[in-house]
C-alpha cells in the first residue's frame, strides 16, 4: 500500500466533492416546482463523492503504472518536459486578455505568429508570418464576409 | 412523398451541395491525418453550421463525418500510419498490400467497402429508425431517465479497467451542466457570483475544450515530435483501381454485409464507435477465413472488414439518436448538439414531428457516400500532402480556427475562455487516465436527464418507479450489468464463477421487464432469454461439477 498519484487525485476529487457539497447548500430553495434545483447536482456531487473513495481504495491496492514518464528531479526538468504546453497556455491566455484591446483580427494574427514561432523556432520566421496572416487572415474574411458573423473589434486597433 | 421531395430538395440545393462537397473533402483531409479524429473535426464544423438552416448544417455535419470515416484509410494504407482510430486494422492488410506493389487495389478495396459499408447502414437506419422510435413512444420520463444512466455506465465500461474513473468522468460531464442558471426554475448554481457562471457553460466550447483543444495540446507536448511533418512521403503516384477493388468485393459479398452489420449494432451501442468496430469486424473475418494464412500479409477481406463496419458505425450511431434522442458516440453526441443548437430536440416524435428533416438526413448520408467516392478517387494526392505539415502548424491553425469558431456561436469571449478552461481540464484528464468520452455524453446528456428527473418525480414522487417500470428497470439492469463487465472481462478463461455465469444471469434478468412489457413478442422473448440462460447454466453447472 503506497500513497501514488492516483491516490493524490482521488484525495482532491473527495474535497472537491466536499467544497461543492457545501456550496449547493448555498442555492436558492424557490416555494414553486417539484424538483430542488439543488437536489439533481447533490445527487451527482454523492456519487462523485462516493466514485472518488472507490478510486482512493483503489489507488493504495492497484500497483501505480507509470503511464506517462514525467521527470520529477528538479523544476527546470519539469518546465522542459512541458515547455511547449505551458507555453501554449500561457500565450492563450494572453492572447484572451489582450482580445478586446486587438480585436480578432489582429489578436489572431500575433497569437498564430507567436505560437509558431515559439513551438517551430525563429528559423522560419518568415514562413510563420505568412502563416499566421494566411490562416488568421482567410478565416476572419470566411467569418465576416462568407458567414456573416460579427467577429469583436478592438479598442486599441478599431477592427 | 412531398416530404421526400422537400428534404430532396434541401439537399440538392446547390448552396447544400457545395457546403457538402467542402464537408468531405475537409473530413477526408482531417481523416487522413493522424492524431486527428473524426470527432474534432465534426466538432469544428460546428460553429460553421450554426448560422445554416438546420438541414444545411446536418448535411454538412454528415459531409464530413462520412468523408473522415474514409479519410483515414489513404494514410493507413500508404504510410502504414492509421488516420483514425477506426482504420487501425486496415492497416494490418492495407500496407503491405501497397507495399507489394498494389497501393491502388488496396486503396480501390478500401474505398469501395467504405461506400458499401455507409449506404448498408444508411438503409438500416432509414429501416430501424422508425421503428426505434415506435417502440421509444413508449418511454416515459423514468425510462429516459434510465436510458441516459445506462448510457453513461455503458461508455464508461468501455473504459475497460479505468471503469471507476470513467464513472467519475461522466458525472463530472453531468455536473458541469448544472452550473448556471437552472432551466426548470431559473435559480443560479454553483456561480459564486459571478456572471460568468451564472451564465453557464456553452455546452459546444465545452466539447471542443475538452475534445479538440486538449488533443492539440497532447499532440504538441513533444517539443521534437511537434517540429516533425506527420509523414516523410515526399509523392503519392497511384491511381485507385476501381474495377478490380469492385470484381473483389462482389466476390467477398459476406465479408462486406458482416462487417457493415457489426459496424451498424457497435454503432447503436452507446459509446462504442469505430474504432471498436474495425477491430471486431478484421477479428471475425480472419475468424470466419477458411484459409487465414494470408490476413496481415495483404489479404483484401482484412480490408473489406474494417473499412465496410466503420463506415456502418454512424448509421448505428444515428439510429438511437434520431429515434430516442440519444447518441451512439462521440460524434453523434456533437450531431444532437447540431440539433440543439437550432432549437430542435430529438426525441422518439422527432422523425413524425420533424419528417423533412429526419429525410434530409437520410438523404444526405446517402449522397455524401458518393462525394466520398468521387472525391477520394479525384482527390488522393492533395489529402496525401497534407499528411506532410509539421505538426505545431497544423495544431496552431486548427487553434486559432477553434477560436473564432467557438467565439462564432454566442459572438461571446466568454466562450473562448471556457475553451480554454475545459482544454486544461481535458489535457490534465488525459494525463491522468480519465476517459473524455463519458465526460462528452455526460455534458450533452445532463439536461436531458435532470428534466426527465423533474418530469418524472413531478408525475409520482415515489423514487422506486425507476425500477418498477418495465423499461426503466430494464435500463438500470443492463446498466449494472455493463459496469460489471470489465470485471467479467478481466476473469474471462479463468474458469470463475462469473466467468460461466454472467451471461445467464444477464439473459435471466432482463426476461423479468420483458415480461413486465407484455404483448406476444416480448412475452415470446422472455421466455426465449430464460430457456437459453437455462441451457448455458445447465451446461456450464456439469462443467462445473466435473471440474
Known amino acids: 500500500m503506497s500513497f501514488n498519484r492516483d491516490s493524490l487525485v482521488a484525495l482532491c476529487l473527495i474535497l472537491a466533492s466536499g467544497g461543492l457539497m457545501l456550496a449547493s447548500f448555498e442555492i436558492r430553495e424557490p416555494d414553486y416546482g417539484v424538483l430542488s434545483p439543488a437536489a439533481w447536482p447533490r445527487i451527482i456531487i454523492i456519487i462523485i463523492g462516493g466514485l472518488s473513495v472507490i478510486y482512493l481504495i483503489q489507488s493504495f491496492s492497484t500497483p501505480q503504472k507509470d503511464i506517462s514518464p514525467v521527470p520529477k528531479k528538479t523544476l527546470k526538468e519539469f518546465v522542459l518536459y512541458w515547455q511547449n504546453v505551458i507555453a501554449v497556455f500561457s500565450i492563450f491566455a494572453l492572447y484572451l486578455l489582450v482580445l478586446p484591446y486587438l480585436g480578432m483580427l489582429v489578436g489572431n494574427?500575433?497569437?498564430?505568429?507567436?505560437?509558431?514561432?515559439?513551438?517551430?523556432?525563429?528559423?522560419?520566421?518568415?514562413?510563420?508570418?505568412?502563416?499566421a496572416l494566411g490562416a488568421s487572415g482567410g478565416m476572419w474574411l470566411l467569418f465576416t464576409h462568407v458567414l456573416e458573423v460579427f467577429l469583436p473589434r478592438g479598442s486599441l486597433t478599431g477592427f | 412523398m412531398d416530404i421526400f421531395l422537400e428534404a430532396l430538395l434541401n439537399i440538392i440545393d446547390p448552396v447544400t451541395l457545395t457546403y457538402m462537397v467542402i464537408g468531405v473533402g475537409a473530413g477526408l483531409m482531417a481523416g487522413s491525418i493522424p492524431g486527428f479524429t473524426i470527432a474534432m473535426a465534426i466538432v469544428l464544423t460546428l460553429p460553421f453550421t450554426f448560422s445554416m438552416p438546420p438541414a444545411q448544417g446536418l448535411a454538412t455535419m454528415i459531409s464530413v463525418l462520412v468523408g473522415g470515416l474514409s479519410g483515414g484509410l489513404m494514410s493507413g494504407i500508404l504510410t502504414g500510419i492509421p488516420g483514425t482510430p477506426s482504420s487501425v486494422a486496415t492497416t494490418f492488410d492495407g500496407f503491405p498490400m501497397a507495399r507489394a506493389g498494389e497501393p491502388g487495389l488496396a486503396l480501390g478495396i478500401g474505398v469501395w467497402s467504405s461506400f458499401c459499408g455507409g449506404i448498408i447502414s444508411a438503409i438500416l437506419l432509414v429501416l430501424f429508425a422508425p421503428q426505434l422510435a415506435m417502440v421509444g413512444l413508449e418511454f416515459q420520463p423514468w425510462d429516459f431517465f434510465m436510458l441516459v444512466m445506462f448510457a453513461l455506465t455503458v461508455t464508461a465500461s468501455l473504459a475497460g479497467e479505468?471503469?471507476?474513473?470513467?464513472?467519475?468522468?461522466?458525472?463530472?460531464?453531468?455536473?458541469?451542466?448544472?452550473?448556471?442558471?437552472?432551466?426548470?426554475?431559473?435559480?443560479?448554481?454553483?456561480?459564486?457570483?459571478?456572471?460568468?457562471?451564472?451564465?453557464?457553460?456553452?455546452?459546444?466550447?465545452?466539447?471542443?475544450?475538452?475534445?479538440?483543444?486538449?488533443?492539440?495540446?497532447?499532440?504538441?507536448?513533444?517539443?521534437?515530435?511537434?517540429?516533425?511533418?506527420?509523414?516523410?512521403?515526399?509523392?503519392?503516384?497511384?491511381?485507385?483501381?476501381?474495377?478490380?477493388?469492385?470484381?473483389?468485393?462482389?466476390?467477398?459479398w459476406t465479408v462486406v454485409i458482416r462487417s457493415a452489420l457489426i459496424g451498424m449494432f457497435t454503432g447503436i451501442l452507446p459509446g462504442a464507435g469505430g474504432?471498436?468496430?474495425?477491430?471486431?469486424?478484421?477479428?471475425?473475418?480472419?475468424?470466419?477465413?477458411?484459409?487465414?494464412?494470408?490476413?496481415?500479409?495483404?489479404?483484401?477481406?482484412?480490408?473489406?472488414?474494417?473499412?465496410?463496419?466503420?463506415?456502418?458505425?454512424?448509421?448505428?450511431?444515428?439510429?438511437p439518436l434520431m429515434a430516442l434522442g440519444i447518441p451512439g458516440d462521440i460524434t453523434a453526441a456533437i450531431m444532437l448538439g447540431a440539433l440543439l443548437?437550432?432549437?430542435?430536440?430529438?426525441?422518439?416524435?422527432?422523425?413524425?414531428?420533424?419528417?423533412?428533416?429526419?429525410?434530409?438526413?437520410?438523404?444526405?448520408?446517402?449522397l455524401a457516400s458518393f462525394i466520398m467516392i468521387g472525391m477520394q478517387s479525384g482527390v488522393l494526392r492533395v489529402f496525401v500532402l497534407v499528411t506532410r505539415i509539421k505538426t505545431y502548424i497544423l495544431a496552431t491553425v486548427i487553434l486559432t480556427f477553434a477560436t473564432i469558431g467557438v467565439f462564432a456561436l454566442h459572438?461571446?469571449?466568454?466562450?473562448?475562455?471556457?475553451?480554454?478552461?475545459?482544454?486544461?481540464?481535458?489535457?490534465?484528464?488525459?494525463?491522468?487516465?480519465f476517459p473524455l468520452a463519458p465526460m462528452i455524453l455526460g455534458v450533452v446528456l445532463g439536461n436531458i436527464a435532470e428534466l426527465n428527473l423533474a418530469r418524472a418525480l413531478a408525475i409520482d414522487s415515489d423514487p422506486m418507479l425507476f425500477f418498477l417500470r418495465p423499461w426503466s428497470l430494464f435500463f438500470a439492469i443492463i446498466a449494472i450489468f455493463s459496469m460489471v463487465f470489465p470485471i467479467y472481462q478481466k476473469h474471462r478463461d479463468t474458469?470463475?464463477?462469473?466467468?460461466?455465469?454472467?451471461?445467464?444471469?444477464?439473459?435471466?434478468?432482463?426476461?423479468?421487464?420483458?415480461?413486465?412489457?407484455?404483448?406476444?413478442?416480448?412475452?415470446?422473448?422472455?421466455?426465449?432469454?430464460?430457456?437459453?440462460?437455462?441451457?448455458?447454466?445447465?451446461?456450464?453447472?456439469?462443467?462445473?461439477?466435473?471440474?
Open chain 1, 109 to 131: 494574427i500575433l497569437f498564430s505568429f507567436v505560437l509558431l514561432t515559439v513551438l517551430g523556432g525563429w528559423n522560419a520566421i518568415l514562413m510563420h508570418l505568412v502563416i
Open chain 2, 162 to 252: 479505468h471503469l471507476v474513473k470513467g464513472l467519475i468522468a461522466g458525472a463530472a460531464g453531468l455536473f458541469i451542466r448544472t452550473v448556471g442558471e437552472d432551466d426548470a426554475v431559473g435559480v443560479g448554481r454553483f456561480d459564486f457570483g459571478s456572471d460568468y457562471l451564472l451564465t453557464g457553460f456553452d455546452f459546444i466550447a465545452v466539447l471542443i475544450g475538452l475534445f479538440a483543444f486538449s488533443q492539440l495540446l497532447s499532440d504538441l507536448r513533444n517539443p521534437v515530435t511537434a517540429r516533425n511533418a506527420l509523414s516523410d512521403r515526399k509523392q503519392v503516384k497511384v491511381k485507385i483501381e476501381h474495377r478490380r477493388a469492385i470484381g473483389i468485393l462482389f466476390r467477398n
Open chain 2, 275 to 319: 474504432s471498436i468496430a474495425n477491430i471486431l469486424a478484421y477479428d471475425q473475418a480472419k475468424k470466419a477465413a477458411k484459409d487465414d494464412s494470408k490476413f496481415g500479409k495483404g489479404d483484401p477481406r482484412g480490408i473489406i472488414a474494417p473499412e465496410a463496419s466503420n463506415n456502418a458505425v454512424e448509421g448505428g450511431a444515428l439510429t
Open chain 2, 341 to 366: 443548437m437550432h432549437d430542435i430536440v430529438p426525441g422518439p416524435t422527432f422523425i413524425k414531428d420533424e419528417p423533412a428533416l429526419a429525410y434530409s438526413i437520410y438523404i444526405a448520408f446517402f
Open chain 2, 411 to 433: 459572438n461571446s469571449i466568454e466562450d473562448i475562455w471556457t475553451l480554454f478552461f475545459f482544454g486544461i481540464l481535458g489535457f490534465i484528464m488525459r494525463q491522468f487516465g
Open chain 2, 495 to 547: 474458469g470463475s464463477l462469473l466467468e460461466r455465469f454472467f451471461s445467464p444471469l444477464v439473459l435471466l434478468s432482463i426476461s423479468l421487464p420483458l415480461f413486465m412489457m407484455g404483448g406476444l413478442l416480448r412475452t415470446t422473448l422472455a421466455f426465449a432469454a430464460i430457456a437459453v440462460s437455462s441451457f448455458i447454466m445447465w451446461q456450464r453447472f456439469g462443467k462445473t461439477k466435473k471440474g
